[in-house]
């Protein structure tokens, strides 16, 4: 048994009260946030998802670069399938648009005022949080509410 922890203020009492229990931390964003520098004293192994987040760290604790975790369903299916499978166009290039847990309303605020523009060449995958998902998911060109 072990206990794993991705972060987030709610995790520093938990990892607390395991101290005896083996601790993984895992580091989704590439500059961790002040709860995972935290826990990162508590933890036997902090699980990376690039090698640019090590020197974040001290050189005491175990850290091995993971990348992100992936279902096996989907390292099986090709481009076409996903396209097909998404209803998306084959003729037009695909922007994927990721907010990480910092800065993602700047991101989402900012697409929001180019999406008109970057549809007229791309086909866009934009995921975003439930603090802007209202503001995201309104016809282009309507008022904000």
Same mark, same amino acid.
């Given at each position: 048994?072990?206990? /794993?922890?991705?972060?987030? =203020?709610?995790?520093? $009492?938990?990892?607390?009260? +395991?101290?005896?229990?083996?601790?993984?931390? =895992?580091?989704?964003?590439?500059?961790?946030?002040?709860?995972?520098?935290?826990?990162? @004293?508590?933890?036997?192994?902090?699980? /990376?998802?690039?090698?640019?987040?090590?020197?974040?760290?001290?050189?005491?604790?175990?850290?091995?670069?993971?990348? =992100?975790?992936?279902?096996?369903?989907?390292?099986?299916?090709? @481009?076409?399938?996903? @396209?097909?499978?998404?209803?998306?166009?084959?003729?037009?290039?695909?922007? /994927?648009?990721?907010?990480?847990?910092?800065?993602?309303?700047?991101?989402?605020?900012?697409?929001?005022?180019?999406?008109?523009?970057? /549809?007229?060449? =791309?086909?866009?995958?934009?995921?975003? +949080?439930?603090?802007?998902?209202?503001?995201?998911?309104? $016809?282009?060109?309507?008022?904000? @509410?």
């Amino acid at each position: 048994m072990f206990l /794993l922890f991705t972060g987030g =203020y709610v995790a520093v $009492p938990m990892a607390l009260a +395991g101290r005896k229990i083996p601790q993984v931390l =895992y580091v989704p964003d590439i500059e961790p946030g002040l709860a995972i520098k935290g826990l990162s @004293r508590f933890a036997d192994v902090i699980a /990376l998802t690039a090698a640019d987040s090590n020197k974040f760290f001290g050189a005491k604790t175990k850290r091995v670069v993971t990348g =992100y975790p992936v279902r096996s369903e989907l390292k099986k299916m090709d @481009r076409r399938t996903a @396209r097909q499978q998404m209803g998306l166009n084959d003729s037009l290039p695909v922007l /994927l648009i990721v907010g990480g847990s910092k800065g993602a309303r700047l991101i989402n605020q900012a697409v929001s005022q180019v999406l008109s523009d970057l /549809l007229q060449e =791309y086909q866009v995958i934009h995921l975003t +949080g439930e603090l802007d998902w209202s503001e995201i998911k309104r $016809p282009i060109g309507s008022p904000p @509410r």
